[in-house]
């Protein structure tokens, strides 16, 4: 497995992998490896000949008073995950080499960013979309992996590679959770023990609404009501948006069908924390 630390040896290593006809994978974290990672670093090892992981807490992704400074960072536990996975490459670049001074070039995705998470985090995907597009140059890989426990930022980066004809596949992946249904992420750490039960409130009441679904309920409203009840119940948990969706306009449906998306941001202690199912498609 190669530590690769710059923009210039990761485009170097891609295009002679490109030019002996390999296959690439790549898979873009921030680090703080968990089991919700390492199923898609899995999966690229499964489909690709060459596996490139990325470890970059990216700055233009969050906004102010957000937890950049704080959010965690352990690389040497990180290779120590991915080293027996068969992992190729970790490209970990630098962020004043990635954002020298007199940078000034952005992508941005329109629509579908002025919904759920894009609204409560003004510019958020504006730098997922510039980071993504700027790892693809210089990986260039052939297919890229991620997660749908970020479903709108799956939806967004599809959006990118489509409306601008890039020359990769999106993958998306099943969410990763904890034998009692916490969604896998890295700000679990910033949860004290009281916290992390009460964060149970967002897949439970991701659970009721899927039994909703399945027991033959069609308003959307209902459904709405009754997962806001759940998480409104928990004292710790402070709702940022239930969202009861489309999936691919992420605009609010008044009947559901199958697909239709659920998904939640929610406040626990230090740590906002987002979840989603696909109503009658997902199992929780
Ligand atoms: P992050 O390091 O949080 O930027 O996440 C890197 C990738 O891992 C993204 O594609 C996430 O959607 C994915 N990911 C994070 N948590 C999970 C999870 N619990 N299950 C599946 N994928 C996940």
Known sequence: MKLVPTIGEMKALSSSWRKDGET?????????????????????????????????????????????????????????????????????????EFYPEGYQ????????????????????????????????????????????????????????VDDLAMDLEIVPMPIVREPDGLAMSSRNTYLSP?????????????KEAQRLFSSGERDANKIREAVKKIIESEPLAEIDYVSVCDPYSFDEVDKVERGTLVALAVKIGPARLIDNTQLGVDEI
């Open 105 to 160: 070039t952005y992508v941005e995705v329109t629509e579908i960013t002025n919904r759920l998470c894009g609204l409560s985090r003004p510019g958020h995907f504006r730098g997922v979309t510039t980071v993504c597009c700027k790892l693809f140059n210089i990986v260039s890989p052939h297919k890229a992996f991620f997660g749908k426990k970020d479903f709108q930022q799956f939806t967004v980066l599809k959006r990118m």
């Open 24 to 96: 690439i994978g790549f898979v873009p974290t921030m680090g703080y490896l968990h089991e919700g990672h390492l199923s898609l670093v899995r999966e690229s090892v499964k489909q690709c000949s060459k596996t490139v992981v990325s470890i970059f807490v990216n700055p233009t992704q969050f906004g102010p008073g957000e937890d950049f400074e704080r959010y965690p960072r352990d690389t040497e536990r990180d290779l120590g995950l991915l080293e027996p996975l068969g992992v190729d490459a970790v490209f970990i670049p630098e962020v004043k």
């Open 194 to 206: 009281k916290e992390r039960e009460a964060a149970l409130c967002l897949s439970k009441s991701l």
